[in-house]
């Protein structure tokens, strides 16, 4: 069985700092694409990052490039999102989605996960 579990949201104020993890199982973890993709309140899906089957190349929305780090552990099946200067922003249900291809700002990924909420309050 397929599982993507994020954990690591929670509530920061702006300029605060959060680390996001996404726990993978049930699929080859290294023939896949990792994405981040946020959801504001009352807003559709913003594709954040996408990060290469080894993690040698990241690719970042310029809403959060500089500020936000996505890297992989692909022996622990693990991505991970540094989230720094953080703002109000940047609040939203955030999940971490696999594909096969690069697919950033795509949406076309095989598997997602059920998301963690990040609050930055002013």
């Known amino acids: 069985q397929v599982q993507l579990v994020e954990s690591g949201g929670g509530s920061v104020q702006t300029g605060g700092s959060l680390r996001l993890s996404c726990a993978a199982s049930g699929f080859i973890f290294s023939n896949y694409w990792l994405n981040w993709v946020r959801q504001a309140p009352g807003k559709g899906l913003e594709w954040v990052s996408t990060?290469?089957?080894?993690?040698?190349?990241?690719y970042y929305a310029d809403s959060v490039k500089g500020r936000f780090t996505m890297s992989r552990d692909n022996g622990k099946n693990t991505v991970y999102l540094q989230m720094n200067s953080l703002t109000p922003e940047d609040t939203a249900v955030y999940y971490c989605?696999?594909?096969?291809?690069?697919?950033?700002?795509?949406?076309?990924?095989?598997?997602w996960g059920q998301g963690t909420q990040v609050t930055v309050s002013s």
């Open positions: 990060i290469h089957r080894d993690g040698a190349s990241a």
């Open positions: 989605a696999a594909g096969p291809l690069y697919g950033a700002g795509t949406g076309e990924y095989d598997y």
